[in-house]
């Protein structure tokens, strides 16, 4: 169907607009987006607070009535107060919790399958969320468009159309490790009732970092640990969006001063994690996890047994 097509016929043609000026920054290797809102830029920088919840906004919306339960099964859905491009929307439980359950990943999953060109993009406590005491996705559609002042369709997400070296593969479940791409991350893919049980025995870890996740369709989760939230050189922290690639400066003036891939390529490789020890620990970890989930199922997804 498309997820442009999905919101508007439910939102009745009207198209969740962003004002978006697009430019492109490469060299010989890496080419990424790099888009400036206009409705993002009036979003004030803030260091991290925890949220109690009282002073959920996310619960605040739902009792507004701003959100829509017809978009995302199980989920609420909020369009982006800031969004960084068109359709940019915010999906959640209805419930106030911070925990991911087997079910959130599966229900995203197939929402992604069915639009076959949705990502959800996950941010957690210390990988760009503001408001990690409320488990929430951010739905994007994987092209720029003219709405977002692309002249023709183009990959928003970079990463999502890299190359993939095999790991490990029990016929079930196949992690891979992406290569050409300046930040380290893997990629699971399976049925997404296991990549939840995996993601959730993943983060059940002493050793884990902040990571961001990322849902694309045909049964894709990307695993982008991280070490630095904010970059030096960068005005805002990198979500998820940022380590796939697409980098969206708050103000114009950022905007207008980001002019060469080099600061991007060191701004992406700080906030990921680089050292080659620390990525083979992540690794290690991973398979074993994915070695392990047999058992790991029997605790984790007791109720989908
Ligand atoms: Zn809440």
Redesign the pocket.
């Known amino acids: 169907m498309g997820y442009a097509m999905h919101i508007r016929n439910i939102f009745n043609d009207i198209v969740p607009r962003a004002n978006i000026d697009v430019k492109w920054l490469s060299d010989g290797r890496y080419r990424f987006p790099v888009i400036f809102s206009l409705e993002r830029a009036s979003r004030p920088f803030k260091v991290f607070e925890p949220?109690a919840?009282e002073d959920?906004?996310?619960?605040?919306r739902?009792r507004k009535g701003r959100t829509s339960a017809e978009i995302t099964p199980g989920m609420e859905w909020l369009p982006a107060s800031f969004p960084i491009k068109a359709y940019h929307g915010i999906c959640?439980p209805a419930?106030?919790?911070a925990a991911m359950l087997v079910d959130d990943f599966i229900q995203f999953g197939m929402f992604a399958d069915r639009m076959g060109d949705a990502v959800i993009c996950i941010n957690l406590r210390g990988s760009g969320a503001s408001?990690p005491?409320?488990f929430h996705g951010q739905i994007h559609l994987d092209q720029l468009t003219a709405v977002d002042g692309a002249s023709d369709s183009q990959p928003a997400f970079p990463m999502l159309h890299c190359a993939m070296e095999t790991l490990a593969d029990d016929g079930l479940l196949r992690l891979d490790r992406i290569v050409n791409f300046p930040v380290f991350a893997l990629c699971l893919h399976g049925p997404w009732e296991l990549l939840g049980c995996w993601v959730i025995g993943y983060l059940a870890s002493s050793t884990t970092r902040p990571v961001n996740l990322a849902i694309a369709p045909t049964g894709r989760l990307f695993i982008i640990p991280r070490t630095l939230e904010k970059a030096p050189t960068q005005e805002n922290r990198y979500g998820c969006s940022e380590m796939l690639g697409l980098i969206s400066p708050v103000t114009r003036t950022a905007y207008d001063a980001l002019d060469s891939i080099e600061v991007i390529l060191q701004a992406l490789s700080s906030c990921g994690v680089q050292h080659p020890k620390e990525q083979q620990a992540i690794v290690e970890h991973a398979l074993w996890i994915t070695r392990s989930l047999p058992s790991l199922r029997g605790v984790n997804c007791h109720a989908h047994a």
């Not at 959920?56 to 605040?60: H, Y």
């Open positions: 949220t919840s959920c906004i996310l619960c605040a739902i959640y419930d106030h919790r408001i005491e409320h």
